[in-house]
């Protein structure tokens, strides 16, 4: 498993699909309502927003990322950062980052690669 992490707007998808040679049409989105992910294509892009949807619907997130992580040890994951700036006041925003932290940690321990995009630069941080 690849994970690419970084901030909103850091060109982590770009930077995926021209670094693995792939294009839009290998990319799997997650919304904040998808409760299930598709392991088809390689990318899967949006990570963070379906911990969103696992959070808003009182999934067990820890559970079902355990569930998902064998089908995703070739596949390469993009998820937002979110845990920097303030604390949210909103409950169920505040639990979804909390969530992503957790899972992050989770994906980043079963990960070969781990690279951060901030301002469109890459970090391997594995």
């Given at each position: 498993?690849?994970?690419?992490i970084?901030?909103?707007?850091?060109?982590?998808?770009?930077?995926?699909?021209?670094?693995?040679?792939?294009h839009?049409s290998d990319?799997?989105?997650?919304?904040?309502?998808t409760?299930?992910?598709?392991?088809?294509k390689?990318?899967?892009?949006?990570?963070?927003?379906?911990?969103?949807?696992l959070?808003?619907?009182?999934?067990?997130v820890?559970?079902?990322v355990?569930?998902?992580l064998?089908?995703?040890a070739?596949?390469?994951i993009?998820?937002?950062?979110i845990?920097a700036?303030?604390v949210?006041?909103?409950?169920?925003i505040?639990?979804w980052?909390?969530?992503?932290?957790r899972?992050t940690?989770k994906?980043?321990?079963n990960?070969d690669?781990?690279?951060?995009?901030?301002?469109g630069?890459?970090?391997?941080?594995k």
């Amino acid at each position: 498993m690849k994970l690419i992490i970084g901030g909103a707007y850091q060109g982590k998808l770009d930077y995926a699909l021209s670094r693995f040679e792939l294009h839009k049409s290998d990319v799997y989105s997650c919304k904040e309502t998808t409760m299930t992910i598709h392991t088809k294509k390689p990318i899967i892009y949006g990570f963070d927003q379906w911990i969103l949807a696992l959070v808003r619907a009182e999934f067990n997130v820890q559970t079902e990322v355990d569930k998902l992580l064998p089908k995703l040890a070739d596949k390469i994951i993009i998820s937002t950062d979110i845990s920097a700036g303030v604390v949210p006041l909103d409950s169920i925003i505040r639990a979804w980052r909390e969530e992503v932290g957790r899972a992050t940690v989770k994906l980043a321990q079963n990960a070969d690669e781990v690279v951060r995009l901030f301002v469109g630069i890459p970090t391997r941080l594995k």
